[in-house]
């Protein structure tokens, strides 16, 4: 899929993307979101799926505060308010550590709801607040939501069909 230069684009690469990556996340048996067998977002690193779903759950939350902030009038505090943008790991173990008294049933439902809500904040906007104005940087609101919603989703679902794959799971998605 290419990249999204519009709304209709940006919402329809998150929901599909979204619906993908979640019917393979219903997959994985109850007994292997904890174990710590997938390579991490920290070099030579493991990490379990359900410290996988935290680090959406947190870029997600992200995404939704930064928002907060821009209806507000406040600057995005990218990535994360104490966190630079050369830190990415450490903010990754953050996530972990932010979300792991969740059951896993609770990440996949705290998901789904921040990609909801997410949706729900792009429905407000038009073409002209979404990829009209540099909002970031040099990006556009839509494409750091892209680069923080559909592409993660796209990435997440490979990782962890390789991973499951690799521990015998079929994935017949």
């Known amino acids: 899929m290419a990249v999204p230069q519009n709304k209709d684009e940006l919402l329809k690469a998150i929901n599909s993307k979204f619906d993908k990556l979640i019917k393979d996340l219903n997959a994985v048996p109850a007994e292997l979101t904890g174990e710590a067998s997938m390579e991490g977002h920290v070099k030579g690193a493991r990490m379990s799926v359900s410290n996988l779903v935290s680090y959406l759950i947190g870029w997600n939350e992200l995404v939704l505060k930064w928002m907060e902030r821009d209806a507000l009038g406040k600057p995005i505090d990218y990535p994360d ?88 799971v079929s994935c017949n998605v």
């Open 81 to 168: 308010t104490g966190f630079k943008g050369n830190e990415l790991s450490k903010l990754a173990q953050k996530f972990y550590r932010d979300y792991e008294e969740l059951s896993y049933p609770q990440l996949l439902d705290r998901l789904s709801a921040a990609k909801l809500r997410i949706v729900s904040l792009i429905e407000s906007h038009d073409n002209a607040d979404l990829y009209g104005r540099q909002w970031y940087g040099r990006w556009a609101m839509g494409r750091m939501i892209q680069f923080n919603t559909s592409s993660p989703y796209d990435n997440t679902r490979g990782r962890l069909r390789t991973w499951l794959k690799a521990k015998g």
